[in-house]
Nanobody, 116 residues
Framework: QVEVAESGGGSVQAGESLRLSCLVS????????MAWYRRESGKERELVAR????????EYADSVKGRFKISRDNDKNRVDLQMDNLRPEDSAVYYC?????????WGKGALVTVAS
């Protein structure tokens, strides 16, 4: 069993930065790839960024390339998402995802609101 929990959401102005963190607990040694997703109100959940077990970023959504950076610290069982130059369209609930032993684990989400 693995648990993931996000922190760091909040409200900012356009152009500002936020850092989201995802802390993994439980059977952390079983966790493979991880990712951040987001869901805007009324829309489908979309992939924001993903990272390998070894900490190599593998994919970013086109809309966040050059502004967001995903990173991973396995010693701390943590994955972060640094979000710079935020835009109003980045407003969403951000979810941490972990794959472990063939199962999917999701956090409860962190709300990010960007005002214009």
């Amino acid at each position: 069993q693995v648990e993931v929990a996000e922190s760091g959401g909040g409200s900012v102005q356009a152009g500002e930065s936020l850092r989201l963190s995802c802390l993994v607990s439980g059977k952390t040694w079983t966790v493979g790839g991880m990712a951040w997703y987001r869901r805007e109100s009324g829309k489908e959940r979309e992939l924001v960024a993903r990272i390998t077990r070894g900490g190599v970023p593998r994919e970013y959504a086109d809309s966040v390339k050059g502004r967001f950076k995903i990173s991973r610290d396995n010693d701390k069982n943590r994955v972060d998402l640094q979000m710079d130059n935020l835009r109003p369209e980045d407003s969403a609930v951000y979810y941490c995802y972990a794959s472990a032993s063939g199962l999917d684990y999701w956090g409860k989400g962190a709300l990010v609101t960007v005002a214009s």
